[in-house]
């Protein structure tokens, strides 16, 4: 991650030195994903389109950019020019401003009249996205609109439906409404940014006139960052751990010295009052599935003590994995990263201190230590870095702490026998093994976009394409769902097979890391080659592409008993003869 | 400021803009003298320009703008 595009960035700095920025960012001996994004706008998009491809590289995602010809978003949804189909972009962004609406109401206007005007402009944004979806499918990002310039009845401009702040308020809501009742739909939410920015700021009318932006170049950057964070996010690149230092981070003092009754936390004063707003913006974070974990210099009884004190907020139950000795904090990261089985990459560690972050940042150069300010800015920073930017939030991620807790009591468990299979068998683990089926296809397609180890192939799928692969007889598919007497660990497994004659070539085999050695892969493939001898198939081929991250299943078919055809320095090739097949899951009680 | 002074300072800007650390520029430096200064560059360096000198250029005088001179006198008057 490169320094100068951690938030809080410097705008000028990036705009002005953005050449050399970008030149850095591939040089760096990093692995990308490749991308196709269409910039269709109503204004012009080149510098948003430069910037946007800065802080995409610094995502790990290496776009192709398309820039519609200037003010052409429309024509260009609706007939598209050759160039745009050959593009075929996988990501479409709508860059629309308040400067594109081409009906806005009249003060001699009725509601009636207004309602059709509304729905005109919004049957206009309707009509682009069908004929963008039925087309390409892709991923549609559309800006909303940012509130006016200027207030012509002042304050009654937003309650009176003649009054522009209204009207784009109700269009506003026509588009959320929409984005929530449609998948890989998603809203740039420039009403909120703007508004951060400060209006006045962002609507420069320089900017507008001098070079038809609608939005001022300074407020570009965050412009583009916010958007990048929407991509990230859809290709499963957000942070999934927090590791938290305790004293003048989570509460004020230390509590080695101060004692517990000496920390400020709670309503007391005005410095535990940020204290106990922080600790409740983390209790939210772990709502929806951020997982908390401490990674402190402190004595544990120490620790747990300040986290038991009768005003915190967060209790020591609120946390997967305390850290709380006297070892270096890199080292503490990394263990944490290790136990929860997740990439040190994906954990943010915040602290107050700058020496700590340093030393973190140098030895574990992938994970993220912000420069989170002052404690009243705790907040704000970490909000503003969109660590954990939600497009999809699944039933799954809800749950995923109750899924990290029961992992921690299964390892305490397992030190209990003396045999592996024994403490396998005592899990009463159930599994089902089963075609997709069409409420899990989020699940599954965010599955092939964020696990990175334990994958064969690293196809990275959307939710739409998904949702195609489902219906095409060409593949045979598979997930799996395992529970144990600990809890539902929900979707963990998918395979795609693609059958040609009487050969099956293994397209997608992955699994979560949350189940590993649990023996769920021999199940699965149990599953995988009963229902291909049932469709007249006699050999599964597989294949193992390797990546930065998934060296951990480059043997993995041969474990499996597949023979290997045939291996180069970055893939391999290998076969299974179904002929003689025996079942090989032990363990696991499986449900078709 | 001293005439001398911003031309340092805006060399500096037009090399970290269009990254090349051999520009010097002067008072009949124009868009066709330096790689690369188009129209859409024109903005970035505009914005750098005032940026570096904390100044906001009203839009009459961009548009007035004909060379690096004619910056130097606006920047001589406002910084």
């Known amino acids: ?261 000496g920390i400020e936390i709670g309503h007391e004063t005005s410095m535990g009052q940020v204290y106990s707003e922080f600790q409740q913006y983390l209790k939210e974070l772990s709502s929806i599935g951020i997982t908390l974990n401490i990674n402190s210099k402190n004595e544990y009884e120490n620790a747990i003590a300040g986290l038991n004190h009768p005003e915190s907020t967060l209790s020591p139950n609120d946390f997967i994995i305390i850290k709380a000795n006297w070892q270096s904090k890199d080292r503490n990261l990394f263990e944490i990263a290790k136990e929860l089985n997740i990439g040190s990459d994906s954990i943010v560690f915040v602290d107050d201190n700058p020496a700590e972050r340093a030393m973190v940042s140098a030895s574990l150069p992938d994970t993220c230590a912000p420069d989170i300010g002052s404690p009243e800015n705790y907040i704000r920073i970490l909000d503003r870095s969109r660590f954990f930017e939600v497009t999809e939030l699944s039933s799954d991620d809800v749950k995923r702490n109750e899924m990290y807790r029961a992992n921690v009591k299964r390892a305490a468990e397992q030190t209990q026998f003396a045999d592996y299979g024994e403490y396998l068998l005592s899990l009463n683990m159930k599994a089902v093994i089963r075609d997709f089926d069409p409420v899990y296809i989020p699940r599954i397609a965010q599955l092939t976009n964020k696990s990175n180890q334990f994958n064969l192939t690293t196809w990275r799928i959307s939710e739409s394409e998904m949702a195609e692969i489902a219906k095409n007889d060409r593949y045979m598919r598979l997930y799996g769902k395992l529970s144990d007497k600990y809890g539902d660990n929900g979707v963990i497994t998918v395979v795609i097979g693609e059958k040609d004659n009487d050969t099956l070539h293994i397209r997608l085999w992955l699994m979560s890391c949350r189940v590993l050695k649990r023996d769920m892969e021999y199940a699965m493939l149990d599953c995988l080659v009963a229902d291909a001898k049932s469709s007249g198939i006699k050999k599964l081929r597989g294949y193992y592409y390797k990546t930065a991250k998934n060296t951990m299943v480059k043997e993995f078919y041969g474990t499996l008993g597949f023979d290997m055809l045939e291996q180069t320095d970055d893939s391999s090739q290998w076969i299974l003869d179904l002929n003689n097949y025996q079942n090989k899951n032990k363990y696991i009680e499986v449900e078709r | 400021m001293e005439r001398a002074e911003i031309f340092e300072k805006l060399n500096n800007v037009f090399r970290d803009v269009f990254d090349d650390d051999t520009i010097t520029v002067s008072d009949n430096t124009t868009a066709s003298d330096i790689d690369g200064w188009d129209s859409l560059m024109h903005i970035t360096l505009i914005s750098a320009v005032e940026d570096e000198f904390d100044i906001k250029f009203d839009m009459k005088s961009v548009v007035a703008m004909k060379n690096v001179g004619d910056m130097a006198d606006i920047i001589e008057k406002e910084a």
């Not at chain 1, 009636?112 to 005109?120: A, P, Q």
């Open chain 1, 1 to 261: 991650m490169l320094k100068e595009l951690q938030y809080p960035f410097d705008s000028q700095l990036i705009l002005k030195k953005r050449r050399s920025l970008k030149k850095k960012l591939l040089s760096e001996n990093k692995s990308f994903i490749d991308k196709n994004i269409a910039i269709l706008g109503g204004s012009t998009t080149h510098d948003i389109a430069e910037i946007l491809e800065l802080f995409l590289l610094d995502f790990g995602i290496r776009p192709s950019l398309y820039e519609s010809e200037f003010g052409q978003w429309w024509q260009d949804s609706m007939f598209p020019p050759k160039e745009l189909e050959l593009f075929n972009p996988d990501i479409v962004f709508i860059h629309t401003s308040c400067r594109n609406i081409l009906n806005y109401p009249s003060i001699t206007d009725n509601n009636e009249k207004i309602d059709e005007m509304l729905n005109t402009e919004f049957s206009r944004y309707e009509q682009a996205w069908q004929a963008l979806k039925n087309k390409y499918n892709p991923v549609i990002i559309q800006n909303n609109f940012e509130l006016p310039y200027y207030r012509l009845l002042g304050n009654t401009d937003v309650t009176d439906r003649r009054g522009h702040t209204n009207y784009i308020s109700r269009l506003n809501t026509k588009f959320s409404d929409y984005a929530a009742s449609h998948d890989a739909f998603y809203i740039n939410d420039i009403n909120y940014l703007s508004a951060d920015y400060g209006i006045s700021k962002w609507s420069d009318p320089f900017y507008w006139h001098m070079y038809k932006y609608c939005l001022a170049l300074d407020a570009i950057p965050e412009f583009a960052f916010n958007l990048a964070a929407i991509i990230k996010s859809v290709y499963g690149k957000n942070k999934k751990a927090l590791a938290l230092d305790l004293d003048n981070t989570l509460w004020g003092g230390i509590v080695g010295d101060d004692g517990v009754e």
